[in-house]
């Protein structure tokens, strides 16, 4: 299993970003996936979390209606698209994998891409 995770970067406050996700080494469109981030000296931070078929998806009240995740399982690829960005939002995000049978449950991370928001 490989989740290899791009488009992080520094932009300015109120700037977006798309970030990517993609995923080998298994059925991709078998699995629920989510992003996770963790802020320097802080715990991980579940973000949003879409279902196998992204028909069911769910955000973090901190980046409610400015994130957006989707999944293109033909191209084995989740996405995060980020909007309106904030300082706050600078961490490391990983593109995290649900167990089978258990969605609140993270079996494979990957090794994480920067987003730092900055002026």
């Known amino acids: 299993v490989q989740l290899l995770e791009s488009g992080g970067g520094l932009v300015q406050p109120g700037g977006s970003l798309r970030l990517s996700c993609a995923a080998s080494g298994f059925t991709f469109n078998n699995y629920a996936m989510n992003w996770v981030r963790q802020a320097p000296g802080k715990r991980p931070e579940w973000v949003s979390h879409i279902n196998s078929s992204g028909g069911s998806i769910y955000y973090a009240d901190s980046v409610k209606g400015r994130f957006t995740i989707s999944r293109e399982n033909a191209k084995n690829t989740l996405y995060l698209q980020m909007n309106s960005l904030k300082p706050e939002d600078t961490a490391l995000y990983y593109c995290?994998?649900?167990?089978?049978?258990?969605?609140?449950?993270?079996?494979?991370w990957g090794q994480g891409t920067q987003v730092t928001v900055s002026s």
């Open positions: 995290v994998r649900s167990e089978l049978g258990d969605v609140y449950k993270y079996d494979y």
